[in-house]
């Protein structure tokens, strides 16, 4: 039983342009929604988060929006760059024993085209 | 520069034969974790550390164990590995969770574990 969803595998955008990655959920326990971002050979690095009682989060180019009634967040990056070209996890968290257990979706590959 | 670091970065072990990985941390965090990750799949948490206090996930197989000797170092120990095994193990890292609160995990590079 997948917990969080991305449910587009692959994203294409153009330098410049808007990418949206989308990330659903199906626990309301969820404390927390981050999002990491993965270039191969290495682990994934966290890049953004927001709490549940928030609604936006934004750091520079990348900003997280969360629906918490349609159990919805998405991360916009504009504009979007080449070297924002990773795959990007969707994560959601509950605290537990002093650490953050993570549930993560399947991940979202984004490649920013020229 | 402080960092988590997994070692080896692949791994090759014959079906059944146990195998050890490594995972190291210079950030000086009292809570470590362990991920699997299957082709295609979102990492899946295991266990973790909270200093040397064990968390086992429920679903995880019993055929997984780990040893934390100190804050350093952590061990991902796979007593009999499966093909259904293979897998990339990743190693993460955070400071304790502040109340209310959230703490950034920091990931290792990932073990490659490959079964044959």
């Known amino acids: 039983d997948q917990q969080v969803k991305q449910n587009s595998p692959s994203l294409s955008v153009q330098e410049g342009r808007i990418s949206i990655l989308n990330c659903d959920y199906t626990?309301?326990?969820?404390?927390?929604f981050l999002w990491y971002k993965k270039y191969p050979a290495e682990g994934p690095t966290f890049l953004i988060s927001?709490?549940?009682?928030?609604d936006k989060n934004e750091d520079g180019r990348f900003t997280v929006f969360l629906n918490k009634s349609a159990k919805h967040l998405s991360l916009h990056i504009v504009p979007s760059q080449p070297g924002d070209s990773a795959v990007y996890f969707c994560a959601a968290s509950v605290g537990t024993g002093g650490g953050n257990k993570l549930t993560f979706g399947t991940g979202t590959q984004l490649k920013v085209e020229l | 520069d402080a960092m988590v670091i997994q070692n080896p970065r692949y791994q090759v072990t014959q079906f059944g034969k146990p195998v050890t990985l490594s995972c190291s941390q210079t950030l000086n965090h009292n809570v470590m974790y362990w991920y699997q990750q299957k082709s295609s799949q979102a990492p899946k948490l295991l266990f973790h550390y909270y200093d040397k206090d064990f968390n086992n996930e429920a679903d995880t197989p019993d055929n997984f164990q780990s040893r934390r000797p100190n804050t350093s170092f952590c061990f991902l120990d796979i007593r009999s590995p499966g093909l259904g095994d293979a897998a990339m193990y990743l190693c993460a890292t955070s400071r304790d969770r502040p109340a209310g609160g959230l703490d950034t995990q920091y990931f290792g590079p990932g073990t490659r574990l490959t079964v044959l």
């Open positions: 927001i709490s549940s009682i928030k």
């Open positions: 626990n309301s326990m969820f404390d927390y």
